[in-house]
């Protein structure tokens, strides 16, 4: 689902050349859960936006839900879902109805937007909120609202940035669930990246490290815990192959 090779984005600045992303190569087969790990400024974002045609690559080659990233970016944003950082929804609008406009941006007619948008929510256990404004509903809730932004015109491949940031343990431990039925029972693949190493253990199928712009370890977790020696956590893993501890970097 995500071939990609060598893939290299170096940021011009006035304080001169910034290799964010050096080289990487990510291979996702489809219906996998993989976990994007990397310490603050590693180049998870940078990747995420490669991967998603936001920006554009220096170098490197990709194929992204079965459409060349550099020559059919349009094809590949018709297979891809993502949803960035912090909230996407507005505070104020009513959910149903900036959902149906973007279902509409998508090309669907009026009935068939107002259908999808069920469906759509009912997937994610959000029957009913379409007449609420999106700034009522709770942290989860709003964070199922923007999944189901993404997830409107059936991708095959979704990008999550950090979907879990802010939510409060019950909250995550509910989103994991859905974004593991949306894998089960609707064969999305999924591409998440997070700062909590617990989520990546109880959600994922395999996990990938970048720092500095490299993919530093990749494997399931158990493979990478196994590597480390016998009772290791995803935590020792990240420790050794960084040299940092993840947990100081989410609340820093
Ligand atoms: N538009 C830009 N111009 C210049 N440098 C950039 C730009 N975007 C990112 N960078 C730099 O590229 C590196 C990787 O940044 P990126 O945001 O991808 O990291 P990250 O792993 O997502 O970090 P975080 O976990 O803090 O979100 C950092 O050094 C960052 O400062």
Redesign the pocket.
Known sequence: MIHAIGLTKT?E?RKGA?E?VRGVRIEVAEGEIVAFL?P????????MRLLTTLLKPTSGTATIAGHDLFADPTGVRRRIGYVAQGATVSPMGYVGEDLEVQARLYGLRPAEARARVREVLAQLDLTGVEQRVAGSLSGGQRRRVDIAMGLLHRPALLFLDEPTTGLDPQSRANLWGHIRRLRDDEGVTVFF?T?YLDEADALCDRVLI?DH?RIVTEGTPAQLKAGIGPDATLDDVFLTVTGRELREEAVA
């Not at 603050?40 to 990747?47: F, L």
């Open positions: 940021f600045t910034v964010a990397g603050n400024g590693a180049g998870k974002t940078t990747t990246s700062h970048i712009g």
